[in-house]
């Protein structure tokens, strides 16, 4: 039974960051190809990213190419994606998937890219 399961989502502030991770399991890892795709609000499924069984071949959406990082872990059973300089349109659930339809895909993890509102913060300093 494929099993695939995301984390690393979150609230981010536009121009931050995110590593999202994927954890396989149910089949031969390291023979498939592997994909992250998303959904935005009342929008369907969008192909972010691929990487191929040896990590020789990554694709990216041209707009999207210079954000993106897509690498994978086959010892591990792990896919992972990088997002640099995130943008309110990131704003997606994001799914990693066996297939670039999404039939086989996870629960999704959500990103949530917004200015939104923000608290003082708290200083944490540590001393020897």
């Known amino acids: 039974q494929v099993q695939l399961v995301e984390s690393g989502g979150g609230t981010v502030q536009p121009g931050g960051s995110v590593r999202l991770r994927c954890e396989a399991s149910?089949?031969?890892?390291?023979?498939?190809?592997m994909y992250w795709l998303r959904q935005a609000p009342g929008k369907g499924l969008e192909w972010v990213s691929s990487?191929?069984?040896?990590?020789?071949?990554?694709s990216y959406p041209d707009s999207m190419r210079s954000r993106l990082a897509i690498s994978r872990d086959n010892e591990k059973n792990l896919v992972f994606l990088e997002m640099t300089d995130l943008r309110p349109e990131d704003t997606a659930m994001y799914f990693c998937s066996r297939d670039r339809e999404g039939l086989y895909r996870g629960q999704g993890t959500q990103v949530t890219v917004s200015a939104g509102s923000w608290g003082q913060g708290t200083q944490v300093t540590v001393s020897s």
């Open positions: 990487i191929s069984q040896g990590s020789h071949t990554r």
């Open positions: 149910g089949f031969t890892f390291n023979l498939y190809w």
